[in-house]
């Protein structure tokens, strides 16, 4: 079982950027899909990006050109960096690891992280 601590969010103006940070403990990280997972209020929670143990990424489309996912395995971290941010990206972010063959919620979840993006 992995544990995942986020850090990183804040209060930014739209058009600013942040960068999150999920810290894991356990074993098996290097082999974990590694995710980002945002809810908004009165929302679903929701994919932003993820990132496969072999480097593939994958994101939202409301997210494609603005958010990069990335992973560092000697740190056991990976990383969110955030540009162009909008209001609409207001939302607590959430880390979240997996084995490969199952579905999210299945896997391990930190406790999130508030991002706000003030217009």
């Known amino acids: 079982q992995v544990q995942l601590v986020e850090s990183g969010g804040g209060l930014v103006q739209a058009g600013g950027s942040l960068r999150l940070s999920c810290a894991a403990s356990g074993s098996g990280f290097s082999i974990n899909t590694m995710g980002w997972y945002r809810q908004a209020p009165g929302k679903q929670r929701e994919l932003v990006a993820t990132i496969s143990s072999g480097g593939s990424k994958n994101y939202a489309d409301s997210v494609k050109g603005r958010f990069t996912i990335s992973r560092d395995n000697a740190k056991n971290t990976v990383y969110l960096q955030m540009n162009s941010l909008k209001p609409e990206d207001t939302a607590v972010y959430y880390c979240?690891?997996?084995?490969?063959?199952?579905?999210?919620?299945?896997?391990?979840w930190g406790q999130g992280t508030q991002v706000t993006v003030s217009s």
């Open positions: 979240n690891a997996k084995d490969p063959f199952v579905p999210a919620i299945r896997g391990s």
